[in-house]
């Protein structure tokens, strides 16, 4: 069964502001390409064949010319997401996508980077549902998990007091039988499908696992525009002092399909 990817591209971007007022942020620059390339190279560089993009029906065009241009291999196919009603809501969308498939989920504004990140995607979809985490020093506005055991206790939506070092990632892996839990749940107070209510849900069924990014590798939740600048600054300065590209799509798929 071939590997199946959803990659997030939705939201409103809301600390982005006044400029995703017009422009989804997905397609502002980091560096030389677009936002979305980068996570967009992960899920080929973890060997996924069928890669569904869920966004707004404004942006889907866009995001078509884009690729259509990139002469990949790798198939795509586009989802309209109307309303952002939360990365769950995404998921639930692509049920017709995804069939009988376990999948990858990823935001489309998380930018990875490290030597051994196709392996360790690849350890992640071995361990069925997981999420990834990274060790941070300020976890300040991020999601949170807590471990007991070597086991996952709970996961907190960004928490005003310190919980650990561990925060998750947009990267998950789960089991096509998650989608029935997904149709099932309720809208939290904002109006959304939350992945950190999935995810706890999972937990109490004791079939969430992890996998812990290690030293060497980095992670940028670039949702702001110190985030942009600094993922930019990074991109620049690995580029010049190797000379390979980063997200270079085309490259990563003769490599890693």
């Not at 055991?149 to 561990?166: A, M, Q, T």
Request: charged share 25%; net charge positive.
């Amino acid at each position: 069964m071939k590997k199946k990817g959803i990659l997030l591209a939705g939201g409103l971007g809301t600390r982005l502001s006044p400029i995703t007022d017009v422009v989804n942020k997905h397609f502002l620059p980091i560096y030389n390409k677009p936002l979305f390339f980068y996570p967009l190279s992960i899920l080929i560089m973890g060997g996924v064949e069928e890669i569904q993009i869920v966004s707004d029906e404004k942006s889907i065009p866009y995001f078509k010319k884009i690729i259509s241009k990139l002469n990949l291999k790798t198939k795509f196919f586009y989802q309209i997401q109307k309303k952002p009603l939360g990365i769950v809501d995404g998921i639930i969308k692509s049920k017709k996508f995804l069939k009988k498939s376990d999948f990858i989920l990823m935001l489309g504004d998380n930018f990875f980077y490290g030597q051994y990140l196709s392996q360790q995607i690849n350890e992640l979809f071995k361990k069925n549902n997981a999420v990834l985490l990274i060790k941070k020093k300020d976890t300040k506005g991020f999601g949170v998990a807590k471990l007991q055991r070597n086991k996952l206790k709970k996961i907190y939506e960004k928490p005003k007091k310190f919980i650990s070092n561990n925060v998750v990632t947009g990267l998950y892996v789960y089991n096509n039988n998650v989608i029935n839990i997904c149709e099932k749940m309720k809208p939290s107070r904002r109006g959304e499908l939350e992945v950190t209510d999935l995810n706890n849900i999972l937990i109490k069924k004791k079939i969430l696992n992890y996998y812990n990014l290690g030293r060497g590798s980095v992670w940028l939740d670039a949702g702001s525009f110190d985030d942009l600048l600094k993922a930019s600054e990074f991109v620049k300065i690995i580029q010049d002092r190797s000379g390979f590209e980063i997200a270079d799509l085309n490259e990563i798929e003769k490599n890693y399909l």
